[in-house]
């Protein structure tokens, strides 16, 4: 039997468990197409085979503003530019050919739009004709489809960095060193890293409170976007995002996926075949649309109390 490696061969597992070819299968493609997207969104949301720990590199854009010619470079970098209508002001980070770019505004509430700037230093005006927002401007990232969870934003930088001799770090390790040696005690030191590691989070965290939207893709990380990362500067996202089917096609050949898809198609053709309920065909045939409907449906419930029992990831939870 060949194993299913695309939607396609999985739809055709699924007829033939049904008893296709020997037996016609009364469902529409279209009905088929939309209960194999139906397990596999039950199958990516529930399982835990469906989904990976992955860390999301991001590198971090700034916003540009597009000009009708290409006098840039009249332009200095450094200089505050200023919108005629809107008001909106910005510091150019870079300016080249037609286009010029900013980290953030200088107030928000300010944007610019399709206007005449002009360089605060130079005296320079440009017209300007088109806008793109860069991640610091906007104060969130952009996410893909497959991302299910966000854990963490990984800490952009560790501020106690001193390698100074009065530094508490350096002390700790300077006092309680000869006991890490042969014959040593490591509990001191594991005991005195948990009390600096307990001092840096309540003094110096530098975990970042963030909210991320499945739906509109979108991660926002509450920080001063434009004083704690600079254009082109690398954040690390900690999240969970879907074993993508059409890379890696072993999912199509997953055994919960095979049989929950195949319990689905099961339940639309009973469904289909309700409407025909005590209809007698030629040779004494009753059509019992309603039992197969039953039986796919007690199936599906009991697949899917064992993928939540079984398979699902446990929900987190804190202590304290």
Not at 15 to 38: H, K, T, Y
Not at 192 to 209: A, C, G, H, V, Y
Not at 287 to 297: E, I, K, P
Request: charged letters at 25%; a negative charge.
């Amino acid at each position: 039997m060949a194993q299913p490696n695309s939607k396609v061969t999985l739809i055709d597992y699924c007829l033939r468990s049904l008893g296709a070819p020997v037996i016609e299968i009364n469902v529409d493609d279209d009905q088929i197409d939309d209960r194999i997207d139906e397990a596999l969104q039950f199958y990516q949301t529930y399982h835990s085979d469906s989904i990976e720990k992955f860390y999301l590199k991001h590198k971090v854009t700034g916003s540009s503003l597009t000009l009708t010619a290409a006098v840039a470079g009249n332009f200095t970098v450094g200089e505050t530019i200023t919108g005629s209508t809107s008001g909106g002001k910005a510091v150019i980070k870079t300016a080249t050919g037609n286009k010029i770019t900013y980290s953030a505004l200088i107030n928000s509430n300010t944007p610019f739009q399709n206007e005449t700037i002009t360089g605060g230093t130079t005296g320079t005006s440009a017209v300007v004709s088109g806008i793109s927002k860069g991640n610091i401007e906007n104060g969130y990232l952009d996410t893909n489809s497959l991302i299910t969870d966000v854990v963490r934003v990984m800490p952009i930088r560790d501020a106690v960095t001193s390698v100074d001799m009065f530094d508490i770090r350096y002390q700790i390790h300077l006092n309680d060193l000869h006991s890490v040696g042969f014959m040593g005690s490591l509990t001191d030191y594991v005991m005195s890293r948990q009390f600096l590691s307990l001092l840096d989070e309540i003094i110096d965290n530098d975990n970042k409170q963030h909210s991320w939207d499945k739906h509109k893709s979108q991660l926002r990380i509450d920080m001063d976007w434009d004083v704690e990362v600079a254009i082109d500067d690398y954040l690390v996202i900690e999240c969970y995002r879907i074993i993508d089917p059409d890379t890696y096609t072993a999912v199509y050949n997953d055994y919960f996926l095979k049989r929950y898809a195949t319990a689905l198609i099961k339940r639309q053709w009973g469904s289909n075949l309700i409407k025909f309920e005590g209809m007698v065909m030629p040779g004494g045939v009753t059509f019992n649309g309603r039992q197969m409907f039953d039986d796919a449906n007690e199936e599906i419930l009991k697949l899917e109390e064992e993928a939540r029992l079984n398979w699902e990831e446990p929900v987190d939870f804190m202590t304290g």
